[in-house]
């Protein structure tokens, strides 16, 4: 294992996901946890990461010493590699020219950190301070024009310093990098790989259930479907799937989700279907802040869930799909900042019976679930559907959501969706939905005065659903959506397409 401490950068999870690509498992923990914490986890390497401060202030995060006394190989990545040389008795300044973007970087080849890469290759910067002196110890190993010390090194103690990022793709060959740190200097074998969390998943699970009893929330979107067959294989019957319509769901999807894992389907579960769509109509009645849509949704799910639970007698343990990306967006998972409270991360009313919460993919991408899922067996066409929020169409509908919204944007989406399937796109594209605004605008139809409400048409290119571009549909795929749009969905007289990136767009309207 590798720890990664965040200091609270940006691009904390790519660093992870980055060491995890060199088939070396990997964690993040928050720069407070407890050096205790990480001697016992023993770990063959530590990567400190970026973040947001200077290090030489008053109250910027830090570290012990200590850290680099265990004899553990350290890689500090731009903060990190500043307090690294801060810490050790080198000095941090901040910098008469700040660099950010693709830089040239000059590189000693001879390091072993840099084995393997190019005398002089392009790295992403992003930094206002710079190490103006290294450490007692150390040797620069990369410079550039404007910055002396790009990378420092004290080979024998096997502490290593980088100002860039090799966890962005933009840094050319900062995987060659990261590689020989995780396997050649860190002694990492690179031998995790998905089956192996599949099979400690299965260990694990098994160990910490007993023979208690699971309820998992079952969503029929990838990450609970991972999360629900992984459960099934661990402990078979002892789990009990609740699947809750809640009249939000894409068109046909509750049908479609109960073939697959109710008693018709392949997998040793109870499955309960709860058809809940009028409770959560009442619920969600007259509200129109997004933030509240989603607590309420949110918080009615628990509730429903607590009902079943009470059905079927006590249950132990709650599964959830939570998945990284969800835990980093909702603050949870390291030191960034809150953008929306993701309807199935934390947050639970105090008054939920269940014993324990189990979330079995919340260290992985979403690319790394499909893998899972892949390994586990489940077919294709379930591993590849495109992510769905948890909230579903109740964040796709702005603001007030009601049955009639519902039916309206379910139709044109699944219209959309039929079309980008005909066009052969849907594999290129990573999400792609319709929603419903909360606009109304005057056409005309057969002669006939219209005033109807307009779709948004979103499709993203991702690869972590952090950050997105809309995706370059042809015009004739987008016409015909359209013109069949407003010829079939009653309700409807306008469409538009979302060129918002993300950011500074999010993915979802709300
Ligand atoms: P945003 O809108 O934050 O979405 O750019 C990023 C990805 O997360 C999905 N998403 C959610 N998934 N519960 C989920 O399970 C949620 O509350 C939620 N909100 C957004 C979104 O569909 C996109 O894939």
Redesign the pocket.
Known sequence: TVIVVDFGGQYNQLVARRVRECNVYCEIYSYKTDIEKIKEMNPKGIILTGGPNSCYEDGAPTYTKELFELGIPVLGLCYGAQLMQHILGGRVERADIREYGKTEVFVETGSRLFTGVSPSTICWMSHFDYISKVAPGFQICAYTADCPTAAAEYPEKNLYAIQFHPEVLHTVEGKTMLSNFVHDICGCAGEWRMDSFVENSIREIREKVGDGKVLCAL?G?V?SSVAAVLLSKAIGDQLTCVFVDQGLLRKNEGDEVEAVFGPEGSYDLNFIRVNAQERFYEKLKGVEEPEAK?KII?EEFIRVFEEEAKKIGAVDFLVQ???Y??VV?SGLGGESAV???????GGLPDCVDFKEIIEPLRDLF?DEVRQAGLQLGIPEYLVFR??????GLG?RIISEVNAEKVRIVQDADAIYREEIANAGLDRDI??Y?AALTNMRSVGVMGDERTYDYAVALRAVK?ID??T?ESAELPYEVLNKVMSRIINEVKGVNRVFYDLTS?PP??????
């Open positions: 969503s979107g990450d989603r949110g799909g939570t998945i990306p969800d967006e953008i929306k409270s993701h309807h199935n991360v979403k495109q992510p769905f929020p948890g909230p964040i990573n999400q939905f991702t659903f952090m997105a993300k767009g999010t993915i979802e309207f709300e």
